[in-house]
């Protein structure tokens, strides 16, 4: 065991413990796979990251990322917040104005937009989910089929089952049937656009409405989506915000003209959290995932 130094960075919000922490192990050399998981779990986040030199000559680093329960081959708030801790650790990107992380996923390139971080959403398969589990998820969720409005299994590296809900209102009232979710094994993901009636009510009721959904909404903000994550079948009943579902749900959404090629998403109002991600379809149908982070811890840690 060494000292390693160590950050906890909480990402998608700019202010700390509002969106979603990511433990940061800026220096992973000679940690063995068991060392990694083990320390994942003790950290008992969403997902804990591990910074290594590259193996690729384009990728300016390498990162290893894990859930309490396993590894994953990419992850979107981890791809932000290991590449805010690697800048902030003194880290120099070989191209200007790009930053290369390597993991298991491919090569997955960052840029600023402004202050903020922002990743390109790697290539998603899609397909339709079978009838037998859409109706067992449904279930699990309490969900009414009048209230699902699309379904597709999205695959940008985590598999998610992406449900496209009647409204925002639908997604923030769900208890969802933990159990039931992880005996299925299937992650999934849940979104919903403001109503009609919000959209069209006076901006008192607009704002009443607003503020009794999420504590932390600023009267400034244009939500564009609402989006909850459950991930039971990992050891995660709720992710407070979830960027390679954001970025699945993006790549299914906006093409399919559910929504327009620009919006704000936010995610983890049931938890306490206000998460915001920053969504873009650029000119060439590349999807960018944006979002501030914050370092809320600054240390070492002996592995």
């Known amino acids: ?21 990511l433990a ?20 008992n986040l969403s997902e804990t990251t591990f910074l290594l030199p590259p193996t690729e000559p384009s990728a300016d680093y390498s990162v290893r990322i894990f859930t309490p329960g396993g590894e994953l081959p990419f992850a979107g708030h981890p791809t932000l917040g290991s590449c805010h801790a690697w800048l902030q650790a003194g880290g120099r990107p070989k191209a200007a104005g790009r930053i ?3 993991c298991a996923a491919g090569l997955v390139p960052i840029r600023h937009e402004g202050e903020r971080l922002v990743f390109a959403a790697p290539p998603l398969k899609r397909s339709a989910p079978s009838p037998t589990l859409l109706a067992k998820v449904a279930a699990a969720l309490g969900l009414k089929a009048q209230q699902i409005v699309a379904a597709q299994l999205l695959d940008n590296g985590p598999v998610w089952l992406g449900l496209l809900l009647n409204d925002a209102d639908t997604v923030l009232a ?4 933990h159990r039931m979710l992880k005996e299925l094994g299937q992650k999934v993901g849940v979104a919903g656009a403001p109503s009609k009636e919000d959209e069209a009510a006076s901006p008192l009721i607009s704002r009443s409405n607003r503020e009794a959904r999420a504590f932390a909404l600023s009267n400034d903000e244009d939500i564009g989506l ?7 079948p990992i050891g995660i009943e709720e992710d407070p915000v979830t960027g390679s579902l954001n970025a ?10 559910h929504l327009p090629s620009r919006y704000l998403a936010a995610q983890g109002q049931c938890l306490g959290r206000a998460g915001r991600v920053h969504v873009s379809r650029d000119a060439e149908g590349q999807v960018w995932i944006g979002g501030d982070s914050v370092t ?8």
């Open 226 to 232: 609402e989006v909850r994550a459950f991930a039971a």
């Open 1 to 21: 065991m060494k000292i390693r130094p160590f950050k906890q960075v909480d990402v998608f919000t700019a202010k700390p413990y509002l969106g979603n922490p």
């Open 100 to 102: 290369v992380q390597q």
């Open 174 to 177: 769900l208890k969802p049937d």
């Open 296 to 303: 809320c811890i600054d240390g070492k840690v002996t592995l």
């Open 248 to 257: 699945s749900l993006a790549q299914w959404l906006i093409p399919d003209g």
């Open 24 to 43: 940061v192990v800026l220096d992973a050399s000679g940690l063995d796979d068991a060392a990694m998981q083990s320390f994942a779990k003790w950290t």
